[in-house]
């Protein structure tokens, strides 16, 4: 079983920053760094989103329209872990966090779609006060 353990969430007002943290562990027979990582999040009373993704070999990153500029996904193979460096923040970037590794490894798909993934973090809640 892979283990997606996402930190960094927290209060901040419009305008501010915060920095998510996704640690994968277990034994799952993978190489971390041989699978794209993605970040969704969900908003109360909506359904969970695409926010960025980051392919397998780090090159290739996307974006939601919605936080494309203010946003960078990058990941740290030798850690095992993936970021999302979350800038100018508000109020609508409200919700809960989750990380998620994509199901094939050395996937080229759109990496956009929540089914491309198999394992699913906790969530970390961003707030964003205005």
């Known amino acids: 079983q892979v283990q997606l353990v996402e930190s960094g969430g927290g209060l901040v007002q419009a305008g501010g920053s915060l920095r998510l943290s996704c640690a994968a562990s277990g034994r799952y027979g993978r190489t971390f760094s041989d699978y794209g990582m993605g970040w969704f999040r969900q908003a109360p009373g909506k359904e969970r989103e695409f926010v960025a993704a980051i392919s397998w070999s780090g090159y290739g990153t996307y974006y939601a329209d919605s936080v494309k500029g203010r946003f960078t996904i990058s990941r740290d193979n030798a850690k095992n872990t993936v970021y999302l460096q979350m800038n100018s923040l508000k109020p609508e970037d409200t919700a809960i966090y989750y990380c998620?590794?994509?199901?094939?490894?050395?996937?080229?798909?759109?990496?956009?779609?929540?089914?491309?993934?198999?394992?699913w973090g906790q969530g970390t809640r961003v707030t964003v006060s205005s």
């Open positions: 998620a590794v994509e199901r094939r490894a050395y996937y080229s798909g759109s990496h956009r779609s929540s089914n491309e993934y198999d394992y």
